[in-house]
């Protein structure tokens, strides 16, 4: 990274809200306050052109940090704002199509039978604190490896970490499912007084979006860390490992997200993860 320079991330985060922008702009008499979505993703630009404009590489640590974990920042304003642009394609949420495709695959719906096969408290407590700990994975992970001082690991993960993201987002705005917490959360009133259990109800009350479902982002980018894991901090992947394999059990489990949500977001890191490592060139010979 070059002082006080755009890097791959910089562009992919460009990228990303170009084409929202874009879409914007072209059905917004569909679109309620359409105004503040263009505000919104220009923000976004601005701030991470603003700040590799003006954070270079040797700044003070905090600066350097701020500067090359932005994007990760608006991970969730990108994220709220999919729910006022995806009936543009579809009017209505397409739960009905997976709910069918799912008792066509499983015979059943794995979201419902799971929790009320394992209605323990504690259980439920512990799958909500796996899937609560994917706010921490994915930045966790990131910072690590900047404060590692290994660029090219750096950017390799930042880029197929923002990539990943913004597929999904954009898949969001394009086919908007709920998802398996159409069938109610379920959570018995004992379990929903433990503490992760009821912040991540808190989060879902709050920063829930509706039709954001397939695929599973939380499956996606969970894997996608433990993958970076093992690349680059494989001594962690002890920790990692079963705590992504139980957030991916919990994505069900909480019901959600239907099963096949889960399926399609291994599908997509299965698939994009070599793709972005393909086209990265910060993993280019020099």
Known sequence: MKDRSLNIVDHCTFAYNGVVLAFVLLFHSRIPQWHLLILTNIIAIAVVLLLALVVGDRAALVPRLVRNLAPLGFFIPMYVQTGSINHIVFPGFLDPLFIRIEENIFGFQPAVVFAQRFPQNWIAEYMHFAYAS?????????????????????????????????????????????????????????????????????????????????????????????????????????????????????????????????????????????????????????
């Open 134 to 286: 994917y706010y921490l994975l994915f930045p966790g992970l990131g910072a690590f490896l900047y404060l590692r001082r290994e660029k090219p690991a750096f950017l390799d993960y930042m880029f197929s970490l923002c990539a990943t993201m913004y597929v999904c987002l954009l898949t969001y705005i394009f086919l908007p499912v709920r998802g398996a917490i159409s069938f109610g959360l379920g959570d018995a009133p004992e379990s929903a007084a433990l503490p992760f259990t009821a912040a991540m109800a808190w989060l879902y009350r709050h920063l829930e979006v509706e039709g954001a479902a397939f695929p599973s982002s939380h499956v996606a980018i969970a894997v996608l860390v433990l993958y970076y894991t093992v690349r680059y901090a494989r001594s962690a992947a002890w920790v990692v490992g079963p705590l992504v394999i139980s957030l991916i059990v919990a994505t069900v489990y909480c019901r959600y997200h239907y099963a096949i949500d889960v399926l399609a977001g291994l599908a997509t890191a299965a698939i994009l993860i070599p793709l972005w490592r393909r086209i990265n060139p910060a993993l280019r010979p020099q």
